[in-house]
T-cell receptor
């Protein structure tokens, strides 16, 4: 079956530090990969996505590259801000037994950025 | 415009009540989803509708009853819930339920408390 593994949190950084949140996946097919962000008390927002190997998704200074050889999709940002404090979910989308695509989420990584 | 609108934002209900959660999107998407999210956990898929037909039911108890009146609306009818059903209920939509690279967009969620 499909699965997504994320690094345990919380990750605590000072403002302007470099961020990496690791994500690896296991999938039976050819999944698309996503990062979603959830700010406190809110729903999930799509942060970025990649649909095939070597694609790089980017948004708001965040980047992630779809690495098929290492089955990874690590999230990076060069300089974090306090406003980036949130929970980050790595997810994959693959076909289920019913022929429909569904998201499989990682457990989430809480990021805390201190001023 | 990538907006999925959910109402109500907060709901408190007794175990004998009947209530409904509502979701609306005007992006022309033909797939809609209900997810359940407990505190500090990733979202879990409950139901998938594709072209207004239920295509995935993830073994959800019958006290949760989904309904898709048309391609823009998705309801979740609640009856005889238990306190452990208290959670954030997220509605989502995508262009299709089976396309490659399909992006799933989430609403802000409805916070449900069962007393």
């Amino acid at each position: 079956g499909n699965s997504v593994t994320q690094m345990e949190g919380p990750v605590t950084l000072s403002e302007e530090a470099f961020l990496t949140i690791n994500c690896t996946y296991t999938a039976t097919g050819y999944p698309s990969l996503f990062w979603y962000v959830q700010y406190p008390g809110e729903g999930l927002q799509l942060l970025l996505k990649a649909t095939k190997a070597d694609d790089k998704g980017s948004n708001k200074g965040f980047e992630a590259t779809y690495r098929k050889e290492t089955t990874s999709f690590h999230l990076e940002k060069g300089s974090v801000q306090v406003s980036d404090s949130a929970v980050y979910f790595c997810a994959l989308s693959d076909l289920t037994d019913t022929g429909r695509r569904a998201l499989t989420f990682g457990s989430g990584t809480r990021l805390q950025v201190q001023p | 415009d990538t907006e999925v609108t959910q109402t109500p934002k907060h709901l408190v209900m007794g175990m004998t009540n009947k209530k409904s959660l509502k979701c609306e999107q005007h992006m022309g998407h033909r797939a809609m989803y209900w997810y359940k999210q407990k505190a500090k956990k990733p979202p879990e898929l409950m139901f998938v509708y594709s072209y207004e037909k239920l295509s995935i039911n993830e073994s959800v108890p019958s006290r949760f009853s989904p309904e898709c009146p048309n391609s823009s609306l998705l309801n979740l009818h609640l009856h005889a819930l238990q306190p452990e059903d208290s959670a954030l209920y997220l509605c989502a939509s995508s262009q299709r339920a089976d396309g490659d690279g399909n992006t799933i967009y989430f609403g802000e969620g409805s916070w449900l408390t069962v007393v």
